[in-house]
């Protein structure tokens, strides 16, 4: 039976960094039926269109598609505000041992299960996932994406070097493995298969080439990895690679480097490194809470306008599961390089942006005819704080902007996954 919802129905009719706020339209109702997203218009013509549909009226809420998470780390969900280090620190002294107890599967079921379960509650729907190098960890993130149904990405974390005894692989376990779970989890129900070398420090250029040639073998995959996060990090993959032009170089030198390429953080970019990225067709990913809570830098968003860029709440290096509490922070990283990021813009990010980023935008990030429905009904007024601050608000984005700042998850009323209430 289909379901017609009620209540403050947000689209996107493109990109509000090209098209501004106008790029958002708002509708009073929505007609999931089978899954997807069969109509949107007004109350009473989709009551007239739909009279056997049952309805639910989510009254002043706002109905948005589910948030995408486009960057997170979901064995790191145990450790996240961990105190007082920088990247590479934090890399050894909290999430190489929390990663290492992941070779128990029971423990990867019971974290990755935790993890969904908060992803849920604060209203992310889709993610893109980094598992550990234990193949079985791959296999708890998807189970439990598919237990719930939900269109998740993810692959094995690939590292043949830097990294403890019994956290590494090798060019061939890591090619063997990630081919072998492709396999099993690409295009299963709503799965994709993710090619992940974790970043250029932990692997040899054999590994790169590696998992360039398995990239090759299946060129619809993404692949997603780590560039240019801290300048500590930068200088040490210049002594890695001291053939290399720049951290991108190496990459691109072995094959990692095209459309479908997803890289986590790309803060301290080059001139050349930014036209190369757009010239490729690549995605980025902002992950501004863990840019400013491992102090990595402030994201250049006037990328927007040559590259596909998405938002992240990087768990565990970022202070938050909440794609609101990430979208805030967007919007103070980019005051402090003086640009005020717009209301629309910021949610866009954190749905089609990201859905873009990961090349899903036709499935996943807007509530459009045909786009699956993975819907997220946000309560604009679910704290004293937030209520008193929207009292005076005059339009839509004005109402949306106080919970974009204040909100977490007590403002998620309810989720939608393929047009079933699932939260
Ligand atoms: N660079 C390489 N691995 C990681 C990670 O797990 N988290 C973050 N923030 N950066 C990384
Ligand atoms: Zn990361």
């Known amino acids: 039976m289909a379901d017609l919802l009620l209540g403050q129905v947000l689209s996107f009719d493109g990109d509000p960094f090209v098209l501004g706020p106008e790029a958002g339209r708002m509708n009073e109702a929505v007609v999931v039926d089978q899954g997807r997203i069969a109509a949107v218009g007004s109350a009473a013509s989709l009551r007239g269109a739909y009279p056997q549909a049952r309805v639910t009226d989510y009254g002043q809420h706002l109905i948005s598609a589910g948030f995408v998470d486009a960057h997170v780390h979901y064995p790191q969900t ?198 190369r990225l757009a010239e490729a067709g690549a995605s980025v990913v902002h992950c501004p809470t863990s840019n400013t809570f491992i102090g990595s830098g402030l994201f250049d968003m006037g990328l927007a306008q040559s590259l596909r860029v998405g938002l992240a709440t990087d768990t565990g290096g970022g202070s938050s599961f909440s794609m609101l509490r990430t979208m805030a922070a967007a919007y103070e990283v980019a005051q402090l390089r003086g640009q005020a990021l717009q209301p629309s813009q910021l949610w866009w990010l954190a749905t089609q942006g990201s859905a873009r980023a990961l090349r899903a935008e036709h499935q996943i990030g807007n509530i459009a005819v045909g786009a699956e429905a993975d819907l997220v009904v946000v309560n604009l007024a679910s704290t004293p704080a937030i209520e008193q601050a929207t009292r005076r608000a005059e339009d839509i984005w004005q109402a949306v902007f106080p919970t974009i700042m204040l909100g977490d998850d007590r403002a998620i009323d309810a989720v939608w996954i393929a047009g079933r209430l699932l939260l």
């Open 78 to 275: 145990a450790i996240i505000a961990s105190w007082g280090k920088r990247l590479i620190d934090w890399l050894n002294q909290y999430t190489f041992p929390e990663e290492m107890r992941f070779a128990d599967p029971t423990y990867a079921a019971e974290v990755a299960a935790r993890y969904f379960d908060l992803a849920l509650a604060h209203g992310t729907t889709s993610m893109c996932s980094y598992a550990t190098i234990h193949p079985a960890s791959v296999d708890a993130f998807f189970e439990q994406a598919q237990a719930r149904g939900l269109r998740a990405f993810a692959g094995k974390t690939c590292m043949d070097r830097n990294a403890p005894e019994g956290l590494r692989d090798t060019a061939q376990s890591a090619y063997d493995d990630s081919k072998a779970l492709l396999a099993k989890w690409h295009g299963r129900d709503r799965l994709s298969y993710v090619i992940t070398p974790r970043f250029s420090p932990t692997s040899t250029p054999d590994q790169l080439a590696a998992m360039g040639a398995l990239w090759a073998e299946n060129p619809d995959c993404l692949m997603q990895t780590h560039l240019s996060e801290q300048t500590d990090e930068i200088a040490w993959v210049k002594d890695l690679f001291p053939q290399s032009r720049d951290y991108l170089d190496t990459y691109e030198a072995h094959g990692l480097l095209r459309k479908g390429a997803v890289y986590g953080h790309a803060i301290h970019l080059t001139p050349r490194e930014k036209a």
